[in-house]
């Protein structure tokens, strides 16, 4: 038996997988965001260890005689959150969570102070990262980053706290900034720039080592015959992929969940380039990936059914099964800044083309579209640092509506493909990292593919209409810059 629990923006999930990596129960903690000023998106750590216990605790009460016979579990974890602990090893401050654009400064600091960051962390510095949140604290709480011995991101605290070990795994270390990504080591250059160094460090290991044994009491308090070894684990989007087997070179998968992602895994360290995609290692050795990100997908449509008053369910029930044509409103989704292919924190959202005659299921449909807009610039953004592909796997909660997942293929002119197991994401990919530190398996006897169970084909009738749509969104961002950033 293994565990796998992915640490979320909007809660803490767990899963408890067999050995013929079947799912025996899942069970979600919610969380909350704290938004003290625009742009900042904070979480106490406290928060994430109460709901893991009781996500575990909900487990064990299922599960009671399975729960005690685990002997893995592994974490996927939100990426980029600065937790920062002092000498007592106690929180200093709530963690900057990877929605956070209040560092925008310290981005061009950074990368100033430090001129090779982009060939070596593979990264455009942007506020979102790890660095430039602790250069903010350095620069606006100076008495906290006196006092802070130990940066941890979310899921490594998470495990400092029940296993008592500060370790990292390559593909979240990847989000820091800090990780010289193609030799898949810190790097004193860039924790210099930060003025930190190597001891603020988690030890680093790759995702499938073991990497910390839970500790005695809560083994005991789950009725652990063993305790339980911890996976190295991964950052969110790479344990979604593990879950996925998306771990082989050419492999491609795109989701729709709170943020967006266009993910392939790659064979070796390619930088980013101008377009701001991101290239972390994988969180399986000797393997990379490139990732263009959208902060708002399914975000955008949570936002609007806030605004309407309706359910996202009762939104999408107004619209029909497959687009007819594209609606004449536009919908730009920065509603939290946006990453690829802008790189812009400060840029908020908007409709554009509002008349007398418009109506909530054109705005509906707008929202849905301007989401897929925002996809296909980061599909050209990985394009021009060479990585193309014609078919995608498509996972998130975005991709149970036959029409939004319509619109994207034809948006992207790419071949999805829905998956019979699409959701278990991150939490099911570290309970596979967890088996294979656990037994020492293969990667690729464990990470096996779901099963597909349907392809959803581009448009060609609604492709042409599409591009030209996509090019009227494309000339919204110059507009709004002008706007935000007077």
């Known amino acids: 038996m293994f565990i796998g629990m992915d640490v979320g923006t909007s809660g803490i999930k767990a899963v408890l997988v067999d050995e013929a990596q079947k799912v025996l129960a899942s069970h979600t903690e919610k969380l909350t965001v704290s938004r003290p000023h625009e742009g900042w998106s904070e979480q106490d750590p406290e928060d994430w260890w109460v709901a893991a216990c009781k996500a575990i605790d909900a487990l064990h009460e299922k599960l009671p005689r399975e729960v005690g016979a685990v002997r893995g579990i592994g974490l996927s974890g939100q990426q980029h959150g600065a937790v920062l602990l002092g000498g007592d090893n106690k929180v200093l401050r709530p963690c900057m969570l ?126 652990m015959a063993e305790r339980p070894v911890f996976a190295g684990s991964a950052g969110d989007n790479a344990g979604g992929a593990v879950g996925l087997g998306a771990t082989k070179p050419g492999d491609a998968f795109i989701s729709l969940g709170t943020s967006g992602v266009v993910w392939m895994t790659t064979d070796s360290f390619h930088p980013g380039g101008k377009f701001a995609i991101h290239s972390f290692c994988h969180a399986v050795p000797n393997t990379w990936h490139q990732m263009g990100v959208t902060l708002s997908a399914a975000a955008s449509l949570a936002w609007w059914s806030r605004v309407s008053g309706l359910s996202e369910g009762e939104l999408l029930a107004e619209l029909p099964e497959k687009p007819i044509a594209p609606s004449p409103v536009v919908f730009a989704p920065y509603l939290s800044g946006e990453r690829t292919p802008h790189n812009d924190g400060s840029i908020r959202g908007a409709f554009i083309g509002l008349s007398q005659d418009t109506t909530r299921t054109q705005m509906t449909q707008a929202v849905l579209e301007g989401v897929a807009f925002s996809f296909r610039d980061a599909l050209e953004g990985l394009a021009a640092s060479g990585s193309i592909f014609h078919e995608a796997d498509v996972i998130g909660g975005g991709s149970q509506s036959p029409l939004w997942t319509s619109i994207l293929a034809t948006v992207l002119d790419v071949t999805l493909h829905r998956l019979a197991h699409g959701e278990q994401g991150g939490a099911f990919g570290a309970a596979r990292l967890a088996r294979i530190a656990a037994t020492g398996e293969s990667v690729e006897s464990v990470c096996t593919p779901p099963e597909r169970v349907g392809a959803i084909a581009p448009d060609l009738s609604l492709k042409g209409p599409y591009r030209r749509a996509h090019q009227r969104y494309r000339e919204i961002y110059p507009a709004l810059k002008t706007i935000h950033h007077h």
């Open 98 to 223: 990877w929605n956070d654009t209040r560092a925008e400064t310290e981005c061009n600091v950074f990368e100033r102070r430090f001129p090779q960051s982009r060939q070596i962390t593979g990264n455009i510095a942007m506020p979102g990262f790890t660095a430039p949140k602790v250069m903010w604290v350095a620069r606006h709480e100076p008495d906290i980053f006196g006092r802070t011995r130990h940066v941890l991101l979310p899921k490594a605290w998470l495990r400092f706290r029940m296993t008592g070990e500060m370790i990292e795994d390559m593909s979240d270390a990847s989000g820091t900034l800090w990780l010289d990504t193609g030799r898949r080591l810190w790097s004193d250059a860039a924790l210099e720039a930060c003025g930190l160094r190597l001891q603020h460090m988690p030890e680093l290991c790759e995702g499938t080592d073991v990497a910390g044994r839970l500790n005695a009491d809560l083994a005991a308090r789950w009725g």
